[in-house]
């Protein structure tokens, strides 16, 4: 998988570009929702560059699939956290989980993937600890 420094615009990026991949597809509404939000302006990338780390994150998951068949099937627990380790800085943090739960509302639908990984960064940024799924994304929607 590319790295990408410790609180770079790309790594908070990513975050939030595997969160956009996690349920299968990616919707327009989404895509709408984030570059409503003037998503690469707010994190500091160059125009153009969200689509970027969108695709590389793709061709680098694509790699880990093997007999898998799922993109995002490569993405354990490890994997995430790791990912979520190179978004250090508690305003990129904040930053990334308002991005992310813009786009997990847009489509009207949570996915337990979604859930999955904005749970993750609710716990290991310790931004509070949902004792379900459920809950820990209603909490990051609201932020």
């Given at each position: 998988?590319?790295?990408?420094?410790?609180?770079?615009p790309e790594a908070?990026?990513?975050?939030?570009?595997?969160?956009?991949?996690?349920?299968?597809?990616?919707s327009r509404s989404?895509?709408?929702?984030?570059?409503?939000?003037?998503?690469?302006?707010?994190?500091?990338?160059?125009?153009?560059?969200?689509?970027?780390?969108?695709?590389?994150?793709?061709?680098?998951?694509?790699?880990?699939?093997?007999?898998?068949?799922?993109?995002?099937?490569?993405?354990?627990?490890?994997?995430?956290?790791?990912?979520?380790n190179d978004v250090?800085?508690?305003?990129?943090?904040?930053?990334?989980?308002?991005?992310?739960?813009?786009?997990?509302?847009?489509?009207?639908?949570?996915?337990?993937?979604?859930?999955?990984?904005?749970?993750?960064?609710?716990?290991?940024?310790?931004?509070?600890?949902?004792?379900?799924?459920?809950?820990?994304?209603?909490?990051?929607?609201?932020?």
């Amino acid at each position: 998988m590319h790295s990408y420094p410790k609180n770079s615009p790309e790594a908070a990026a990513r975050v939030i570009a595997l969160l956009l991949i996690s349920d299968g597809h990616v919707s327009r509404s989404e895509m709408d929702a984030l570059y409503g939000l003037g998503i690469e302006r707010e994190l500091g990338l160059a125009p153009g560059a969200f689509a970027r780390v969108l695709r590389t994150l793709c061709e680098d998951l694509l790699m880990g699939t093997h007999e898998r068949r799922v993109l995002t099937g490569s993405v354990n627990a490890e994997t995430l956290s790791a990912l979520l380790n190179d978004v250090s800085n508690p305003e990129l943090q904040d930053m990334v989980l308002h991005f992310a739960s813009t786009a997990v509302a847009a489509d009207h639908h949570v996915a337990a993937a979604e859930a999955w990984i904005m749970e993750a960064a609710l716990a290991q940024w310790r931004l509070g600890k949902a004792p379900t799924t459920q809950n820990a994304t209603e909490r990051a929607l609201t932020m």
